[in-house]
T-cell receptor
């Protein structure tokens, strides 16, 4: 596609439910990032995929969070047993990878846990 | 934890004035990038400066890099109300392609 696409754009869920957030990166981009941003705050790194390498999961806040990237393209971020503190905007970005530093962002998914 | 730190955290100026934001980082870098974010959604890349560059211009944007002080500044000249946004710096170091982000500067340009 022309840009990074995230779905849904908004998600309201009840505390304790599981949610899945989807990211479609730019075709051919080997690097994919997930970030979380709370209101008025900076970007909190969650996870980083680069090609076929093992993902860098060092930013995942708890074992309720997981992410996968199938076929080196689409990625899904799953949050199990959501809590109110999980409410935030979840941003996905992709990058061409080798020798290409610029990251391209999707518009994010605004998650509200009630 | 974030490597980059921007200051000020918030800046309010009048239209036509210049806005200067600073970013500091902790380790050696390959390059430093500045991004803009409107309304808490996706970020847009503005400009990149490599570690062997000291200054770079793009339209009304001027970026400087001082590797000895591990700091960068972003200057927006002749600001406009449409420049109101949050501005973030990001660094990439060594073979680690992961971007490290600062906490951002919230800029308000008043008409």
């Amino acid at each position: 596609g022309a840009g990074v696409s995230q779905s849904p754009s908004n998600k309201v869920t009840e505390k304790g439910k599981d949610v899945e957030l989807r990211c479609d990166p730019i075709s051919g981009h080997t690097a994919l990032y997930w970030y979380r941003q709370s209101l008025g705050q900076g970007l909190e790194f969650l996870i980083y995929f680069q090609g076929n390498s093992a993902p860098d999961k060092s930013g995942l806040p708890s074992d309720r969070f997981s992410a996968e990237r199938t076929g080196g393209s689409v990625s899904t971020l799953t949050i199990q047993r959501t809590q109110q503190e999980d409410s935030a905007v979840y941003l996905c970005a992709s990058s061409p990878g080798q020798g290409a530093p610029e990251a391209f962002f999707g518009q994010g998914t605004r998650l509200t846990v009630v | 934890s974030q490597q980059g730190e921007e200051d000020p955290q918030a800046l309010s100026i009048q239209e036509g004035e210049n806005a200067t934001m600073n970013c500091s980082y902790k380790t050696s870098i390959n390059n430093l990038q500045w991004y803009r974010q409107n309304s808490g959604r996706g970020l847009v890349h503005l400009i990149l400066i490599r570690s062997n560059e000291r200054e770079k211009h793009s339209g009304r944007l001027r970026v400087t890099l001082d590797t000895s002080k591990k700091s960068s500044s972003l200057l927006i000249t002749a600001s406009r109300a449409a420049d109101t946004a949050s501005y973030f710096c990001a660094t990439r170091a060594g073979n680690n392609r992961k971007l490290i982000w600062g906490l951002g500067t919230s800029l308000a340009v008043n008409p």
